[in-house]
């Protein structure tokens, strides 16, 4: 099963896109969650 150049490159670009955004999402929630620490 042999996968085409650009649809391989676009895959790898989307799931580096996704884990990027995984990655975000989760600073965001621990920053959250430690500022809100940090004011009460």
Known sequence: MM???R???RTIQY?????CLFFSSI???IARRFS???LS
């Open 3 to 5: 996968i085409p150049a």
């Open 27 to 29: 600073f965001l929630f």
């Open 7 to 9: 649809t391989a490159g």
């Open 15 to 19: 799931s580096a896109l996704s884990i």
């Open 36 to 38: 809100s620490a940090r």
